[in-house]
C-alpha cells in the first residue's frame, strides 16, 4: 500500500488486499491501510465482514476535502454489513460484471456493467461482486440526503447527468495532483452539483463550474463515434440534453471548438491508420471512413494539422504511399 499526502483537504489512496485470507484479516488490512494512507479525520467506511464470505478487492482514489474517487476492482467480495450510523452517501458505477445490494427487509438490487446504484450508508447492506470493476465515490450525505432519503437509487451510467458526472470525476483523477487549493474546492463543489443532478435528472447547464466537465463529456462522446456521419454539435448537444450555444460555451471555456476537436480527433485516426504496415487504407477510403468530403478536403486538412500530405507522412514512416 502506498500514499501520497497533497495537502489537509486531498491526497491519494492505494490498496491491494487480493491474497487470499479470512474476511476480517482482509478488510482489516484494508482499513490499516486507509489509515496511514488517508488519516483518522475521514475513516473508512465502517464495514463488518460476514463470518463467511470473501473480502478481497484493489482500490486507487483520489480524496477531494470530504469526498473520495476511487477505482475499485473486486476479486471478490461476499457478504459483510456497512455501518448504519455512517453518514456518507456511495455511488456504485459499474464498468465490468456487476455488484449486488441487499437491504435488510429489502429487494436485492444487482448494478450491472453500464449502471449505478446511489444510497445512503444506512440502513445495513450485503453486498456481492466478483470480479468486478467500479468506479465509486463516498460523499458528505449532508449534501445529498433530502435527496436520496433512505432509497437505494439505481439507474443508467449513459444519462446526460451521469456522463457529465463521469467526465468531470475522469478530469478530477487527471488534473488532482495539479490542482491548487482554491482549484480542489472548486472540483468538489462541482461534483456535489453534478451528483446532485443525477438524482434530479436535470442539471444547471448556466453554471460556470460545469463548463470543464460540460465539454469533456462531449469530447469522450466524440471519441466513441468519431466514424458516425452523423457526427456533430447539435447531435452532441441532443446527447447531452443541452442547447448548441452551451455546448459551443463550454468549448470556448477549453479553448477549443466542437467542429476542431472533431476534425482534429479524426485527423489523428487516420493519421495512426497511415502508420500500419499492413492493410494501409489509400485515401479515398480514408476520406470516406472519416467522413471528410473528398480527398482533396482530406488532404488539405491532414497538411494543415500535420505539415505533410498523407502520402508525403506514409513515406516519412517508413512505408509506401498509400493508393489514390
Known amino acids: 500500500m502506498t500514499a501520497t499526502n497533497k495537502s489537509r483537504s486531498g491526497g491519494t489512496f492505494s490498496a491491494d488486499v487480493t491474497a487470499p485470507g ?32 470473501d473480502f478481497r478487492i484493489s482500490a486507487r482514489a483520489v480524496k477531494v476535502h470530504d469526498s473520495m474517487i ?11 454489513v456497512f455501518d448504519p450510523r455512517d453518514d456518507r452517501a456511495l455511488m456504485h458505477v459499474v464498468r465490468h460484471r ?71 470525476v475522469h478530469l478530477v483523477g487527471e488534473m488532482f495532483d495539479d490542482l491548487t487549493p482554491a ?44 466514424a458516425d456521419p452523423d457526427l456533430s454539435p447539435s447531435m452532441l448537444a441532443r446527447e447531452l440534453n443541452v442547447s448548441v450555444r452551451t455546448l459551443h460555451r463550454a468549448f470556448a471555456a477549453a479553448e477549443e471548438s466542437v467542429a476542431g476537436y472533431i476534425r482534429r480527433s479524426r485527423l489523428e485516426q487516420a493519421r495512426l491508420q497511415l502508420l500500419a504496415s499492413r492493410g494501409r487504407p489509400s485515401i479515398s477510403e480514408l476520406a470516406a471512413h472519416w467522413q471528410f468530403a473528398d480527398s482533396s478536403h482530406f488532404i488539405r486538412a491532414f497538411k494543415r494539422q500535420y505539415g505533410q500530405t498523407p502520402a508525403e507522412f506514409a513515406r516519412s514512416s517508413g512505408g509506401p504511399a498509400p493508393g489514390a
Open 98 to 168: 456487476a455488484w449486488s445490494f441487499t437491504r435488510r427487509r429489502g429487494a436485492e438490487i444487482t448494478v450491472s456493467a453500464g449502471h449505478f446504484a446511489l444510497r445512503h450508508s444506512g440502513p445495513s447492506t450485503f453486498e456481492v461482486a466478483q470480479g468486478t470493476t467500479a468506479k465509486v465515490l463516498i460523499l458528505p450525505a449532508s449534501a445529498l440526503q433530502p435527496l436520496i432519503g433512505d432509497r437505494l437509487i439505481a439507474g443508467s451510467a449513459a444519462s446526460a447527468e451521469m456522463r457529465l458526472l463521469m467526465a468531470h
Open 70 to 80: 476511487a477505482d475499485v476492482h473486486s476479486e471478490s467480495l461476499i457478504g459483510g
Open 22 to 53: 479470512t474476511p476480517t484479516r482482509g478488510y482489516d488490512r484494508f482499513r490499516s491501510g486507509w489509515e496511514e494512507q488517508v488519516g483518522s479525520a475521514y475513516p473508512a467506511p465502517p464495514f463488518t465482514p460476514g463470518s463467511i464470505g
Open 183 to 226: 482549484g480542489a474546492q472548486a472540483a468538489h463543489g462541482a461534483l456535489i452539483e453534478l451528483v446532485k443532478g443525477v438524482l434530479r435528472q436535470e442539471f444547471d447547464d448556466t453554471e460556470p463550474r460545469l463548463a470543464l466537465a460540460l465539454a469533456q463529456a462531449a469530447k469522450d462522446l466524440v471519441d466513441s463515434r468519431l
